[in-house]
């Protein structure tokens, strides 16, 4: 599923969407939670997320439960596919949260015993 499924499921037209930065600021999310209308139907939104739409790039999604419930399953997965993926993840959000980050790797991929 891509997200274009998620928007048409909506009724959504991703040029109504606000523009976003990449990256997911979490102080900035929770800050629009109830406060936001959701963009499929104009209630407060419960959940709020970062969409990358070709064509129009980074765009904010808020929805409401329902809506969130109704779109969640065609969501593509947002978990990193590679090591360096989630490293970049974890990078990130340790930067949002001003922390020193070390990361160690088992990069054999074996089982300690
Ligand atoms: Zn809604």
């Known amino acids: 599923m891509t997200i274009d499924d998620v928007l048409h499921r909506l009724g959504v037209d991703p040029a109504d969407l606000t523009s976003a930065p990449a990256r997911h600021v979490h102080r900035e999310a929770a800050a629009r939670i109830g406060r936001n209308p959701c ?22 999604l808020d929805r409401c439960r329902d809506c969130f419930l109704a779109t969640i399953d065609l969501e593509p997965s947002r978990v990193p596919g590679t090591i360096d993926g989630i490293v970049a993840d974890l990078r990130a959000a340790a930067a949002e949260a001003a922390v020193q980050l070390t990361v160690v790797i088992d990069d054999k991929g074996g089982r300690r015993g």
């Open 39 to 60: 963009a499929g139907c104009g209630r407060p939104a419960r959940a709020t997320g970062i969409i990358d739409v070709p064509g129009y790039g980074h765009r904010r």
